[in-house]
């Protein structure tokens, strides 16, 4: 069965600081992960995705396959970015959420 | 574009009783899955629907069920309700099912309160 952890429930960093959300993951298959980002006051929205090996807002995430991770990574942190960030796994027909980390950016 | 929509936005029942959520895809989007989110964890998989047929299912007991209809909208319903079935309900839709890449957009949820 598959499995997403977020080791990190808090995480606070200053305007300006490099942040790192940790994710790991268990699967025995290719996985295909996601980052899923909550606003205040928002829906759950799609942040990035490892197959498309994109930045979007500055963040980036590399599939480590030997370490199982998939850390959420960003040099200069904005108070823009404090939100709820979960890590997700698609198999299937199905996401498997991490608990999520929620950020805290302090001016 | 609306976005995937979700009704009621907020519900108060009793232990017992049964209940029907509502959700409507973005359109052009076939696929329609259902998860739960309890306060403080990440959403849990609940169904998913792909042109009117299951395709997934969770571990959530018969007590769930859902049903796909021919416009793609979906119901979610939920019998004979447990204090613990108090959660955020989250619809998300996406272009395909089954294995494939294919984001999923997620609506605002329906907050369920069992008294």
């Known amino acids: 069965a598959q499995r997403v952890t977020q080791p990190e429930k808090l995480l606070s960093v200053f305007k300006g600081a490099p942040v790192e959300l940790k994710c790991n993951y268990s699967?025995?298959?290719?996985?295909?992960l996601f980052w899923y980002v909550q606003y205040s006051r928002q829906r759950l929205q799609l942040l990035l995705r490892?197959?498309s090996r994109e930045s979007i807002k500055g963040f980036t995430a590399d599939l480590n396959k030997g370490e199982t991770s998939f850390h959420l990574k960003k040099p200069f942190a904005q108070e823009e970015d404090s939100a709820m960030y979960y890590c997700?796994?698609?198999?299937?027909?199905?996401?498997?959420f991490g608990e999520g980390t929620q950020l805290t950016v302090n001016p | 574009d609306a976005g995937v929509t979700q009704s009621p936005t907020h519900l108060i029942k009793t232990r017992g009783q049964q209940v029907t959520l509502r959700c409507s895809p973005i359109?052009?989007?076939?696929?329609v899955s259902w998860y739960q989110q309890v306060l403080g964890q990440g959403p849990q998989f609940i169904f998913q629907?792909?042109?009117?047929?299951?395709?997934g299912r969770g571990n959530f007991p018969d007590r769930f069920s859902a049903r796909q209809f021919p416009n793609y909208s979906s119901e979610l319903n939920v019998n004979a309700l447990l204090l613990g079935d108090s959660a955020l309900y989250l619809c998300?839709?996406?272009?395909?099912?089954?294995?494939?890449?294919?984001?999923?957009?997620f609506g605002d949820g329906t907050r369920l309160s069992i008294l």
């Open positions: 998300a839709s996406s272009r395909q099912g089954g294995p494939s890449n294919q984001p999923q957009h």
């Open positions: 699967y025995s298959g290719s996985p295909e």
């Open positions: 490892h197959i």
């Open positions: 997700a796994l698609h198999s299937g027909s199905r996401l498997t």
């Open positions: 359109s052009g989007h076939k696929s």
């Open positions: 629907y792909y042109e009117k047929e299951e395709r």
